[in-house]
């Protein structure tokens, strides 16, 4: 059967720069990935390829079955969803303007467009949105101007939007960005809560916290200086030695309630 990702000694170079080295990662479907490393690992780098955003140099890379290269990508992308912090989601003027609701970003995400296309949208498709802002914990947010939500709604909504199209994989980069400690905490949560309620549902989630991993984390994936340390099951992959090896510290690691706290030790 094919895998959800697979990427086989793929490396990425940039005029001259190398940002990816020979990696090789495959992720089952239903499967819940974390990837840490610190600054400049190449972890956004990774996850562009399994967005189907970047080829590889060298190396193969396949997503959902589909060898890049040998598909095409618009279609591809259709059945990706993806999480950015930097990402722009609906026209500025719809923003400026605050007509751009929270139930738009959210609907957008059925066209996979920036501007809404409103004959698109039918009943069951504000059906769907509603639903999805609900599962996400902003059943009350609907109406409400994305321009003046919080940092933690919009990133809740973001995750509404990636879902709405009905993507086969998630892919999250980075999506705590700029969170304080209690929307950090309902984000945590909401992620938790997909991993019940859409069991077939495969993630891949982007942090430099430990922190920030959800307790449904079924796998690991550390990075350092563009190569892959050490991946596969949580458990084997989060250890003490492997983050201190990956973030260059002597590092204390405890594990309460499912979750993963770490801290440097004194020399």
């Known amino acids: 059967m094919n895998a959800a990702l697979e990427l086989t000694d793929v490396t990425i ?11 090789d990662w495959r992720v089952e479907y239903g499967q819940h990935w974390a990837i840490l490393g610190p600054n ?44 950015a912090a930097s990402q722009r989601l609906v026209d500025e003027a719809l923003l400026e303007e605050e007509r751009a609701t929270a139930l738009t970003v959210v609907l957008t995400g059925h ?3 920036s501007a809404p296309l409103w004959d698109r949208y039918g009943e069951a498709e504000r059906d769907r949105a509603h639903r999805l802002l ?19 709604e919009r990133a809740r909504i973001r995750v509404a939007r990636a879902l ?3 993507p086969a994989i998630l892919l999250l980069d980075e999506p705590f960005a700029g969170l304080d400690f209690p929307a950090r905490e309902d984000l945590i949560t909401s992620l938790e809560d997909l991993a019940t309620t859409r069991p077939d549902l495969t993630t891949v989630l982007v942090t430099h916290h430990l922190e920030e991993v959800p307790a449904t984390t079924t796998h690991a994936l550390l990075m350092r200086d563009t ?5 596969g099951p949580v458990a084997e992959v989060l250890t003490a030695a492997n983050l201190s090896d990956c973030f260059g510290r002597r590092l204390r690691l405890d594990r309460v309630d499912g979750r993963w706290y770490a801290r440097a030790l004194r020399r």
């Open 13 to 23: 170079r940039v005029i001259g720069r190398t940002l990816l080295s020979q990696a």
């Open 227 to 231: 190569r892959i340390l050490a991946a």
């Open 40 to 83: 400049g690992a190449g972890k956004t780098t990774m996850l562009s390829v399994a967005a189907a955003v970047r080829h590889p140099s060298s190396g193969t890379a396949s997503v959902l079955g589909h060898r890049l290269g040998r598909v095409d990508l618009r279609e591809l992308r259709q059945r990706i969803g993806l999480v």
């Open 111 to 113: 066209t996979g467009t």
């Open 164 to 166: 709405m199209a009905d």
């Open 134 to 152: 609900a599962d996400l914990g902003c059943k009350d947010l609907g109406d409400r101007p994305f321009q003046v939500c919080s940092q933690g």
